[in-house]
């Protein structure tokens, strides 16, 4: 690849300034979105076609798919996955070449779902799932701009927890609005129209590569299928196509009123994550009117509600959504006669019961040392997720539960052993800041298993209105926000997170972007280092392979 100014130099991906390249994303990002605030589309077409000529978006694209992203390890149809420094530094300059692209059909794979079905995922080849994240980072910013305030799901800086803290507000046992629609779209990604989505987005830079991506088939067992619609599910730029194709739908069920930065809707409201959602409504009349209407509105989509999890309910009843159970209790104390509690769903407690189950099974004849590393995560993960909700009566169950099994796995270890011996082996006071003689662990290392009690009940602030990351005038709240996360840390590392501001040292971006955490020691522990706060820093994993490579952290 011949270079004007000079001879061409191949990309040495272990001397990247992954902070220079962050910034000149995020600053691209940032000019998209004022652009599109500011409705100058030519300007917004200028900087899209210069954020896919950009390097630093081909570095940041090439990381997240082979290095962040879930399915880094699948490959495509071409059996190509990239795993060293020197294929990802030969992908980045293979991306900036110029040469006629033709995108390769998807590999068709299964992953079970929660009812016993298989759900399907279309995995492109890693260097289409590259130029999808290229493409992504020049067009999300705009409709960042323009997204509900309702949407919640597949969105920088919103979660699961902000649609449950939207949903708190609208089910206050005050409000009018008791009847609710919990509707799910049936098969999304599979059956979105092509032609209303390519009309949906418009002439912009990136669109005839997204047209070769929705029509580019999918190989099941050896054998093509051609796809006459919808997206691939695995595809990066996939869950945003199915917000665009959803947007709207918050405004079409009635008019906004915006109120204390808070969506409030006169007879309805809406909140929706990806392609589930829940519409409130006053009455069961209007309600099934709403279901009716949402049914006219997708089908111009190609898309249609699923009869079988699509129901209208009574507060009173309750519903599930995003693993919590949002129900109102009869409660003689208060004025309205009844009490909103939110909670994990029978049916999430009922999953984490299974899983924790299989993994006792699976630990069978492991020390406690491999028990508690291989748990703790979990338990961590699930607990951290729920503890927004009511869940303390539910998180003394389920330590109960995992009493038990801690039993049986003592009792499978040593049968022969009477139970004081297993007891003085396995358990004692062993977390210094709980009066709990009955703590699992290893007593020689003091690895002890987790409980979910030690994680308090903490309630989540939902995001405010419509505010976006890639708004440049919100750089101070979302660094706030996202400095909150650190409660979801180990104990032992909230406060090496706080200290640095929970700012990677390396990159200078979140330490919570997304990416595996590692800690890293200033000073090595081969030269005398130690365990102590000043000498511990937390980085990202591949900022810290970097480190350890080249320069130490100072």
Known sequence: ???????????????VNWQKNYRMVRNLRQRIFRATQEKNWNTVHSLQKLMLRCKSNRLDSVRRVTQVNAGKNTAGVDKIVIKTPEARGNLVDYLASFHPWRAKPAKRVYIPKSGGNLRPL????????????????????????????????????????????????????KNLKKWVVDAD????????????LLK??????????????????????????????????????????????????????????????????????????????????ESKEDAEQAKKNLTRWLDKRGLSLSNEKTRIVHLTEGFDFLGFNIRHYKDARTKTG????????????????????????????????AVTKKLNPIIRGWANYFRSGVSSAIFSKLDSWMFHREKRYANRAHPTKPGYWKKKKYWGRLNPSRKDNWVFGDKNTGIVLQKFAWFPIERHVMVKGES?????????YWAKR????????????????????????????????????????VIPKSQGGKDTYTNLKLVHLYCHQQVTKHDPLV
């Open 1 to 15: 690849m011949p270079k004007a100014n000079g001879p061409f130099r191949p990309t040495d991906w272990t001397t």
């Open 122 to 173: 279309g995995i492109p080849t890693i260097t289409d799932r590259c130029l999808q994240a290229m493409v992504k980072n020049a067009l999300e910013p705009s409709w960042e701009s323009r997204f509900e305030a309702s949407s919640y799901g597949f969105r920088p800086g919103r979660g699961c927890h902000d649609a449950i803290a939207n949903i708190y507000t609208l089910a206050n046992p």
């Open 185 to 196: 779209i049936k098969g999304c990604f599979d059956n979105i129209d092509h032609e209303f």
């Open 200 to 281: 949906t987005i418009g002439p912009v830079p990136g669109r005839e590569l997204i047209k070769q991506w929705l029509k580019a088939g999918y190989v099941d067992k050896q054998v093509f299928y051609e796809t006459e619609a919808g997206t691939p599910q695995g595809g990066v730029i996939s869950p945003l196509l199915a917000n665009m194709a959803l947007h709207g739908m918050d405004s079409f069920l009635s008019k906004e009123i915006i109120k204390k930065g808070r969506n409030i809707h006169d007879t309805r409201a809406m909140v929706r994550y990806a392609d589930d959602f829940v519409v409130f409504c």
């Open 338 to 369: 009844h009490k909103l509690l939110i909670k994990p769903s029978k049916k999430s407690e009922q999953k984490i019961r299974d899983r924790l189950r299989d993994e006792w099974i699976t630990l069978q004849g492991s020390n406690v040392g």
């Open 468 to 476: 976006s990351p890639d708004d440049p005038r919100l750089t101070e």
């Open 482 to 521: 996202n400095a909150e996360k650190r409660k979801d840390l180990a104990p032992s590392l909230q406060k090496v997170a706080q200290n640095q501001k929970c700012v990677c040292p390396v990159c200078r971006e979140s330490l919570f972007n997304g990416e595996e955490l590692h800690t890293h020691h």
